[in-house]
């Protein structure tokens, strides 16, 4: 009997202290707590036999607001939930431009020499002049330039005193490293020639770039009395390109430039008080032999005789046969 009384006993404190704590986890659920970015553990479940409730709570931080929790007497159901919505740009095209096209320009060829006019007391020349020659790189290789005589070169000096050679010095560029170039004529057989022509250059290196330091090129033409060749008291006169072998030696045979005249009228051995140029002796003009005339008037005078010695023989003839008719 004492026992059946003890648990009786039991039942009703364990039955008083489970409704006690079922209200409290009511009021619990229903009480308004601060929102916090921190995520909250989850509370245990529990549960009695009048009433049972269950309460989630989930909370993701976030950048935007979160939703408000709802609730229940009897049994409710708390979530909170946050979506967050990331929009990615386009990816940028950049375009590249198209390549310009460039235009690569053809070298421009040499220019032609000018001509021009220089004259001293005993020599007067006309021409355009330009000159091919080989030069050593810095590389110790030849190579080759072009050089044009200046029409304003200016005529240094002449050599007028002999009577059977003649020369005129022509120069142009610094006064400290003058170029050089010397026409020479000689009078033979009463024709005159061009019998030398000496050119010395001084190659520098702002007109070729490659050309080896403090070089200087000498060539020289020799001739045996056959350039503008012309008979005395004449000019020389020639207008097409005429070419000259150059060497370094007066009688090289390897040859390591070119000179090309063209435009020429040249005299030598001018009389003192001369002011132009003579008559003109033109070198593309046909030149008749003198035997040729001489052997026509020969055959003419012959064919003359024969015919009046035959005409003669005729009327001999017919005066004889008039007598004997008689």
């Known amino acids: 009997m004492l026992e ?43 549960s009695s036999s009048s009433s049972s409730s269950t309460s989630t709570t989930t909370t993701t931080s976030t950048t935007t607001t979160p939703k408000p929790t709802s609730s229940s007497s009897s049994s409710s159901t708390s979530t909170t939930s946050t979506t967050t919505t990331t929009t990615t740009p386009a990816p940028v095209t950049s375009t590249t431009p198209a390549p310009v096209p460039t235009t690569t320009h053809a070298p421009q060829p040499y220019p032609q020499p ?11 020349v006309s021409m355009a002049a330009q000159l091919k020659f080989t030069y050593e790189t810095n590389s110790g290789k030849q190579s080759h330039g072009l050089m044009n005589l200046p029409a304003n070169a200016t005529m240094d000096h002449g050599y007028c005193d002999s009577q059977t050679s003649q020369s005129m010095q022509l120069n142009w560029g610094p006064s400290a490293m003058p170029q050089i170039m010397v026409l020479q004529f000689d009078s033979k057989n009463k024709s005159v020639a061009l019998t030398m022509v000496k050119v010395v250059l ?69 009389g003192a008080n001369a002011t132009g140029y003579s008559i003109v002796h033109d070198c593309d003009s046909s030149e008749t ?38």
Request: charged share 15%; glycine share 4%; net charge neutral.
């Open 114 to 124: 000018k001509v021009g006019n220089w004259n001293c007391s005993c020599i007067a």
């Open 289 to 326: 032999s003198d035997v040729v005339p001489i052997a026509v008037g020969i055959a003419l005078a012959a064919l003359i005789v024969v015919v009046l010695i035959s005409y003669l023989c005729a009327r001999r003839r017919s005066t004889s046969r008039g007598y004997m008719s008689f």
């Open 4 to 46: 059946s009384k003890f648990i009786i006993c039991t039942t009703l404190v364990l039955l008083v202290s489970s409704t006690a704590l079922s209200q409290t986890l009511l009021s619990l659920s229903k009480a308004d707590f601060p929102k916090s970015n921190v995520t909250a553990e989850q509370p245990p479940a529990s």
């Open 202 to 270: 001084n190659v520098f290196t702002d007109d070729y770039p490659d050309a080896k330091e403090n070089q200087t090129v000498q060539l020289i033409h020799k001739s045996q009395n056959t350039d503008f060749l012309t008979p005395e008291k004449m000019s020389y006169h020639c207008t097409r390109v005429q070419s000259f072998n150059m060497s370094e030696l007066i009688n090289g045979s390897e040859f390591n430039g070119i000179l090309m005249v063209s435009h020429v009228q040249a005299e030598a051995f001018r």
